[in-house]
């Protein structure tokens, strides 16, 4: 059974051409063979009626066009007489009839004059068959030349009619996973819009429940944060008081784990915010991506200097992207922070922001020790933290930058510096520039 509608078409369509060329070839041959006997039967009939009208006489051989096409004219005279086989001859009836001359089948039309001699027109049987098989068979050449040349039609036809479907196919294969837009029902054949109708129905469902769910990871994280501010407080509360030494030692682990679930609710709200599908683009305002960038090491620049790293601008150029500000603000912000948090006191963190182009480019770079190359590839996965639990990271920061280089229409990529004695990570970011 084939699966493939464009080889079954084709299988099925050949089979139907090649049945009809062969039937319609072997009546094509069989009328054409029975039409060239049947003319020269009348040639013989015609040259036998100018024999007897005293148009040609004599024993004689008549030549055609090719030597083998002979007609030959025979004298029988009154009575039997000469080789036995002209005495069989001249007992035959008048008319055509088929008879034997030297060994070989003949075709021969008797007739008698009115003097009462008798004659006989006469062909090979054989070449007579010979001319009339040649003149089928060209008959039926054009048919069998015509069905390859079908086959190619068939084929092109097919390949041409279900272009659309696999064109369909192609768009759907190349679309991004959160993708969610219809597809175009215009340049499709009819016959496949209600298919395509399904796949929109699929598609909206799946925004749809998509939607549901980023809402409610939003409304958990933001219902989780009011009893969680209550206890944060209740435990600011119990600092004031006298405590033994254990107690006090329990309350600042309480408290760190109160901020560890903080930092946690606040990176599941940014999540769910930036989750959303890529908007459009030309309604989003537009932001220097350099100043951003610079509000944000500025808030980051009093950790930076408790931990002794040098955090700063390698290149700071004017780039203008399209985009909200908050949005731009918490994809550096979460990039600069794990630079901080993954390097070591003494190390450094250069930030390089330039327009290659259409393309804004942002490149934070750290002396930290970098990803193992086995799991540099699922940094950017939600709650993937690697070979490294402990701190206060819950592995959502990569994933949020992510969602909002895929919503800025841009591409994101981490890499660890090869550089001899020397370690970190660099990740580049490449959003489309804002057309200034
Ligand atoms: N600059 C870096 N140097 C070394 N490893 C890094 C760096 N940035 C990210 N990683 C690795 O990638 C993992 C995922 O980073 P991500 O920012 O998503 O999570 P996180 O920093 O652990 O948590 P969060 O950002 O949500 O607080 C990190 O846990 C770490 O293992
Ligand atoms: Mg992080």
């Known amino acids: 059974?084939?699966?493939?509608?464009?080889?079954?078409?084709?299988?099925?369509?050949?089979?139907?051409?090649?049945?009809?060329?062969?039937?319609?070839?072997?009546?094509?041959?069989?009328?054409?063979?029975?039409?060239?006997?049947?003319?020269?039967?009348?040639?013989?009939?015609?040259?036998?009626?100018?024999?007897?009208?005293?148009?040609?006489?004599?024993?004689?051989?008549?030549?055609?066009?090719?030597?083998?096409?002979?007609?030959?004219?025979?004298?029988?005279?009154?009575?039997?007489?000469?080789?036995?086989?002209?005495?069989?001859?001249?007992?035959?009836?008048?008319?055509?009839?088929?008879?034997?001359?030297?060994?070989?089948?003949?075709?021969?039309?008797?007739?008698?004059?009115?003097?009462?001699?008798?004659?006989?027109?006469?062909?090979s049987t054989g070449v007579r068959d010979e001319i009339a098989g040649d003149?089928?068979?060209?008959?039926?050449?054009?048919?069998?030349?015509?069905?390859?040349c079908l086959m190619l039609v068939i084929a092109f036809v097919i390949a041409r009619s279900l272009g659309p479907m696999v064109r369909l196919a192609d768009e759907l294969d190349a679309r991004r996973a959160d993708d969610m837009t219809a597809l175009p029902l215009r340049d499709l054949p009819s016959e496949l819009n209600p298919f395509v109708s399904s796949i929109n129905g699929l598609l909206r469902r799946m925004h749809d429940m998509m939607e549901q769910q980023r809402r409610f990871i939003a409304d958990a994280a933001h219902e989780?944060?009011?009893?969680?501010?209550?206890?944060?407080?209740?435990?600011?509360?119990?600092?004031q008081v006298e405590l033994p030494p254990t107690a006090r030692e329990r309350l600042a682990v309480l408290r760190q784990g109160m901020l560890r679930s903080k930092h946690l609710l606040e990176q599941l709200l940014a999540l769910a915010r930036h989750d959303a599908a890529p908007l459009d683009?030309?309604?989003?305002?537009?932001?220097?991506?350099?100043?951003?960038?610079?509000?944000?090491?500025?808030?980051?620049?009093?950790?930076?200097?408790?931990?002794?790293?040098?955090?700063?601008?390698?290149?700071?150029?004017?780039?203008?992207?399209?985009?909200?500000?908050?949005?731009?603000?918490?994809?550096?912000?979460?990039?600069i922070d794990n630079a901080l948090r993954f390097t070591s006191v003494g190390g450094r963190i250069d930030v390089v922001i330039y327009q290659d182009g259409a393309t804004a480019v942002l490149q934070i770079e750290d002396t930290g020790p970098g990803v193992a190359p086995e799991e540099i590839g699922r940094i950017f996965e939600p709650f993937f933290r690697g070979q490294r639990p402990e701190g206060d990271g819950v592995g959502l920061g990569l994933s949020i930058v992510k969602r909002?280089?895929?919503r800025l229409g841009g591409s994101i990529e981490a890499v660890n510096v090869t550089e001899p004695r020397r370690t970190g990570l660099r990740v580049l970011v490449k959003l489309p520039a804002a057309a200034v």
């Open 135 to 148: 003149m089928a068979f060209r008959t039926v050449l054009p048919i069998a030349a015509l069905i390859p």
């Open 281 to 335: 683009r030309t309604q989003w305002e537009i932001v220097e991506l350099d100043g951003v960038a610079r509000g944000v090491i500025a808030d980051l620049l009093q950790q930076a200097i408790g931990r002794d790293v040098d955090l700063g601008f390698e290149r700071a150029e004017p780039t203008p992207v399209r985009g909200e500000p908050a949005m731009l603000a918490a994809m550096i912000r979460n990039l």
């Open 404 to 406: 909002i280089v895929d």
């Open 1 to 123: 059974m084939i699966r493939s509608l464009r080889g079954r078409l084709f299988i099925s369509l050949t089979a139907v051409v090649l049945l009809t060329g062969l039937v319609g070839g072997v009546f094509a041959h069989r009328w054409a063979f029975d039409e060239a006997i049947e003319t020269q039967d009348s040639v013989l009939i015609q040259i036998a009626g100018l024999v007897q009208n005293g148009g040609l006489t004599g024993a004689r051989d008549l030549h055609g066009v090719d030597e083998d096409s002979e007609v030959w004219l025979i004298e029988l005279g009154r009575a039997p007489q000469g080789a036995p086989e002209e005495r069989l001859l001249w007992r035959l009836q008048d008319g055509m009839r088929d008879a034997t001359r030297k060994g070989k089948p003949i075709r021969v039309v008797l007739r008698t004059r009115s003097d009462g001699s008798r004659f006989a027109v006469a062909q």
């Open 224 to 239: 989780l944060r009011t009893p969680l501010t209550a206890l944060s407080l209740q435990a600011e509360n119990l600092d």
